[in-house]
């Protein structure tokens, strides 16, 4: 009879290339390895793993067992889990995802706060350039910037981010006056192509709320947005970027805004939590310290401390 450490023993096996990586994520020696895969394939009287080559390739048998092994593991994270977040406390493999530059600059130092303070969890970041497009189920906690995807996520606002249409001095000192949007199909626009977005069609909303679109021509184009803030810094054109990616470009005057009466659509600070993690303590403990670290929006503040206007 196979018990639920045969089977965390295998788990390990199956996820590893080697014996020997086995054994170091296990914290013993190739050989103790090695001998207990034998006990292990003498308690169940098959061969599970076939060792001739130089990677572990499972057998018929031992594809069956890790199968089992993946289910067995899950129910028994799941259970523990449960049990903890009955009397509150925060253990477990807390899993982020985020974008690369605002997770680099504003979520990884509150994944390090978490797992300095809680001892018990494990934590890892996916710094992603599309985070809204991976498997919510396989995170705690996927961080996005705009408009959710799917209606069945539950969503919750960490920040407002209004989006800002902004160009270098230089470009704007020797461009004709922009005065409406419709001015601005005459100028260099720089585009970021994300996703199948219309990245083109730019839409604003004026002082007295009336619409205005305007379909821009792109001179250059990425799909990278610090890209796209260094051509603009460089004087190229005029682009649209968040308020976190460019507030300090613009405090400190290496940016302006152009029309600002006329407003883009936001693109807030979302958190999509997966249906099974949304109520776990250490969800729910990670939340708090991330609305706590973007609350006011550093951005924000960082630009109103002395020498920052």
């Not at 199956?14 to 190739?30: C, F, H, Q």
């Not at 067992?65 to 977040?85: G, R, W, Y």
């Not at 407003?263 to 993690?277: N, T």
Request: aromatic share 4%.
């Amino acid at each position: 009879m196979l018990t639920s450490d045969d089977l965390a023993f295998f788990s390990v096996l199956t996820g590893s290339k080697s014996l020997a990586e086995s054994a170091r994520k296990l914290n013993v020696t190739p050989p103790a390895v090695t001998q207990r895969l034998r006990a292990l394939e003498e308690k169940v009287g098959v061969r599970l793993i076939d060792r001739s080559g130089r990677r572990l390739r499972l057998t018929e048998e031992g594809s069956l067992v890790a199968s089992h092994s993946v289910i067995v593991s899950e129910t028994i994270d799941s259970l523990a889990e449960a049990l903890a977040d009955r009397r509150g406390a925060v253990r477990g493999h807390l899993r982020v995802a985020a974008p690369h530059g605002f997770g680099r600059l504003y979520v990884a130092p509150v994944v390090e706060a978490f797992a300095r303070e809680h001892g018990g969890a494990t934590a890892t970041l996916q710094l992603s350039d599309h985070p809204a497009a991976l498997l919510v189920e396989s995170y705690d906690v996927v961080v996005h910037i705009g408009a959710p995807g799917h209606l069945d996520q539950v969503v919750t606002t960490l920040a407002p981010n209004p989006r800002i249409l902004c160009a270098s001095p230089r470009y704007l000192d020797s461009a004709s006056p922009i005065s409406t949007p419709a001015d601005l199909a005459q100028h260099r626009c720089l585009a970021v192509r994300e996703n199948d977005e219309d990245v083109t069609l730019w839409r604003f909303k004026g002082p007295r709320q009336e619409m205005a679109t305007v379909r821009v021509n792109p001179v250059m184009s990425s799909n990278d947005g610090a890209v796209i803030r260094e051509w603009a810094l460089a004087g190229q054109g005029i682009m649209i970027r968040s308020e976190w990616n460019v507030a300090e470009d613009l405090a400190d005057g290496r940016l302006q805004q152009v029309l600002p009466n006329w407003k883009l659509p936001p693109a807030d600070i979302v958190a999509m939590l997966g249906s099974r993690h949304g109520r776990s303590a250490r969800t729910t403990a990670f939340l708090t310290m991330l609305r706590q670290a973007l609350k006011p929006p550093p951005w924000q503040a960082a630009c109103a401390e002395p020498g920052g206007q």
